[in-house]
C-alpha cells in the first residue's frame, strides 16, 4: 500500500510564502514523476510543477520564478516553495506520483488528501 502524506499550507496574506511538503510511504520500487497539481473552486485540477525520475521540472506557466520543487530521493519526499504568493494562488494542493511497487510492475498514479492554501489580498 502506498501513501503520500502532504503537509504544509494554511493561510497568507499576499506576497508572503508557504512550504508544501508530500512523503510518498508504502512498498515503493521506483518513483517515475512526482508533483503537485491544484485546484481552485469551479475550475479544472492542473498541473502546478512535477519533477521525474531523471530530475527534469514541468512548471505551470503561472508559477514560473515563484514557486521552486525539490526532492530528498532518499526519503521519497518533494518540497513546493511558494514565494510572492497571489490570490489566483489559492485552492486546494494535491500531491501526485506516478510509481511502480515491484521490479516490472505497473506505473500506478497515486494522490495526496490535499491541502487548502489561501491567499488573501
Known amino acids: 500500500q502506498v501513501q503520500l502524506v502532504e503537509s504544509g499550507g494554511g493561510l497568507v496574506q499576499a506576497g508572503g510564502s508557504l512550504r508544501l511538503s508530500c512523503a510518498a510511504s508504502?512498498?515503493?520500487?521506483?518513483?517515475?514523476?512526482m508533483g503537485w497539481y491544484r485546484q481552485a473552486p469551479g475550475k479544472q485540477r492542473e498541473l502546478v510543477v512535477g519533477?521525474?525520475?531523471?530530475?527534469?521540472?514541468d512548471y505551470a506557466d503561472s508559477v514560473k520564478g515563484r514557486f521552486t520543487l525539490s526532492r530528498d530521493n532518499a526519503k521519497n519526499t518533494v518540497y513546493l516553495q511558494m514565494n510572492s504568493l497571489k490570490p489566483e494562488d489559492t485552492a486546494v494542493y494535491y500531491c501526485?506520483?506516478?510509481?511502480?511497487?515491484?521490479?516490472?510492475?505497473?506505473?500506478?498514479?497515486?494522490w495526496g488528501q490535499g491541502t487548502q492554501v489561501t491567499v488573501s489580498s
Open positions: 501526485n506520483a506516478v510509481l511502480n511497487t515491484v521490479v516490472g510492475g505497473v506505473l500506478r498514479n497515486y
Open positions: 508504502g512498498s515503493i520500487f521506483s518513483i517515475n514523476f
Open positions: 519533477i521525474y525520475s531523471g530530475g527534469n521540472t
